[in-house]
């Protein structure tokens, strides 16, 4: 991932930062596809294309976890019933409240009420609020990385499934190129993959196929006659 792109995300340090990053998430996969080639010629081109696809994915977790540290500290300023060391906590498991923010509720109200919160369930709701937001960025800034892995792959499926059904490779070469096609298909319906496992980890994984060569055009009479 280039270094411009990166920048994006390190400026992200207060709350006015966060709020330039929303009105404009678009901005750091648009430094990520100024850096991401758009052709490859061979497997390690291939492999070397995934490991920056999910070099762009993962720091987008690491925003999160500090946009969610620093909208606690703003909405909780005032409030010491969910203690630094507490919020910290929650600011680096956000990711796993995507789909149980009703967990963290429970759990926020639980901590705000033992510690001696005015009202439980407005910290609660604070904290929910915060995670709601940081979620929200996390997925806006995603989005545009997502897409361009799902547009590239799927620019190279024809080429690799040229590959694979080319006669003058061999069997072992065509192997790996079919297996290469059906991840890279399996990557435009699923971009998120690529944080699954290493490209040569997904391909070892695949089932192994030999795909159909292309036909070879029948010989004309026209075309013996030229051969003579």
């Known amino acids: ?107 926020a109200r639980d901590v705000a009420a033992r510690g001696g919160a005015r009202d439980a369930d407005i910290v609660a709701d604070q904290v929910v609020d915060a995670a709601q937001a940081t979620l929200a960025l996390r997925a806006a800034v995603a989005d545009g990385v997502l897409a361009l892995i799902r547009d590239l792959s799927t620019a190279a499926v024809p080429e690799a499934d040229r590959r694979a059904r080319d006669r003058t490779l061999d069997d072992a070469q065509r192997t790996r190129w079919s297996a290469a096609r059906r991840d890279l298909e399996a990557l435009a319906q699923d971009p998120g993959l690529v944080l699954s496992a290493a490209m040569a980890s997904r391909l070892a994984a695949l089932p192994e196929q030999l795909d159909e060569p292309e036909p070879q055009p029948e010989v004309t009479f026209a075309d013996m006659i030229e051969l003579d």
């Open 1 to 107: 991932m280039s270094s411009a792109a990166q920048q994006i995300l390190d400026r992200v340090q207060s709350m006015a930062a966060i709020e330039a990053l929303a009105a404009d998430p678009g901005a750091y996969a648009a430094r990520v596809a100024e850096k991401m080639p758009r052709m490859v010629a061979s497997l390690a081109d291939l492999e070397a294309r995934d490991a920056m696809f999910a070099a762009a994915l993962r720091p987008i977790d690491d925003l999160a976890m500090r946009v969610m540290r620093i909208r606690l500290d703003h909405v909780l300023a005032t409030d010491t019933s969910i203690a630094a060391p507490t919020r910290r906590v929650f600011a680096q498991t956000i990711i796993s409240y995507a789909n149980a923010l009703s967990l963290l509720r429970e759990r």
